[in-house]
Each structure stands twice: as structure tokens, then as C-alpha cells.
């Protein structure tokens, strides 16, 4: 069941079995408000196990791109386009969010995977030395560390 992600009133809806739920929920909120203000998109996520083939797409391009496979449970995911940008997001029960940017046209096409890590986490031991993250503060999500990398390759 898809869920419409509320950045005013935030919820750990979807996300109880986190260790850190507020964090992540603060995290999940702080995505839905950029696309309400950037696009006017009602950011919508669904429960992992009802969305195979999203977690299949991400996955496939973290392990061609850099070798990185996740140990962590993946909880919620959100796949949709915007304007001429197709997005995924996958948001894991250790508090990490990866999320792919991709457009389909222009002359120098825009496509990316970044990692978020939500306030309280440690970095995952699959991007340990790999990425440095930068900070950033949400009203939120409280600290935000993120870290991306360019896709080489076709999806």
C-alpha cells in the first residue's frame, strides 16, 4: 500500500522496526518536502516487499557501478519521474537512504547514485573509505551526511 509521505506532520509509518524510526522518518520527510517545493510532487513511498523490482533496479546499479551490496533490511521505496528525471529511492531499516537520479534526454544527461545517512547513524561498512560525506542541517532531519557518485553506464 503506497503511502503519501507528510513533511508537516511527520511519521515513522512504514519505518517502526528502525532503530532509529524518528531519525529516518525526519529524513523521508525533509525528500518529500524538496519535491513538493521543487516540483509540486506528492512523494509517495511503498513498503519494500511489495516493491521488488525498484530495490532489483537500484541494487543491479550499485553492484555493476561500484560493487556495493547493502546487508541492511531495505523498509520503504519510492520510484517516480519528474519533469525529464526518472527517480528511486530506497530508504533501509539501519537509516541510510539511497536514492538514483536519472534523466532521459538533454546533451550532458544528469545521473547519479547518492547515499543519505540519517541523524544518529554510523557510516554503513560497505561505503566505510569509499565516500567522503558532507553535512548538512534540515529542520527535519537534524544532520544529514551525504555522499553520491556520476553512473558510467546505461539503465
Do not use: C
Not at 70 to 99: C, M
Amino acid at each position: 500500500m503506497t503511502y503519501i509521505v507528510d513533511f508537516k506532520n511527520v511519521s515513522t509509518v512504514g519505518l517502526e522496526s528502525s532503530p532509529i524510526a524518528e531519525a529516518l522518518a525526519g529524513l523521508r520527510a525533509n525528500e518529500a518536502r524538496y519535491f513538493m517545493n521543487k516540483y509540486k510532487h506528492e512523494f509517495t513511498v511503498e513498503p519494500a516487499d511489495e516493491s521488488q523490482e525498484t530495490i532489483d533496479y537500484v541494487n543491479r546499479i550499485l553492484k555493476e557501478e561500484r560493487d556495493i551490496e547493502f546487508a541492511a533490511k531495505p523498509l520503504e521505496t519510492s520510484r517516480f519521474q519528474v519533469e525529464n528525471i526518472n527517480w528511486a529511492y530506497v530508504f533501509y531499516e539501519d537509516g541510510l537512504e539511497v536514492n538514483v537520479l536519472y534523466t532521459l534526454d538533454g546533451s550532458k544527461p544528469k545521473r547519479a547514485v547518492g547515499f543519505k545517512l540519517s541523524e544518529g547513524m554510523e557510516v554503513p561498512k560497505e561505503l566505510e573509505g569509499k565516500f567522503k560525506f558532507a553535512r548538512q542541517k534540515s529542520k527535519l532531519a537534524g544532520t544529514i551526511r551525504g555522499s553520491f557518485f556520476v553512473i558510467k553506464r546505461e539503465y
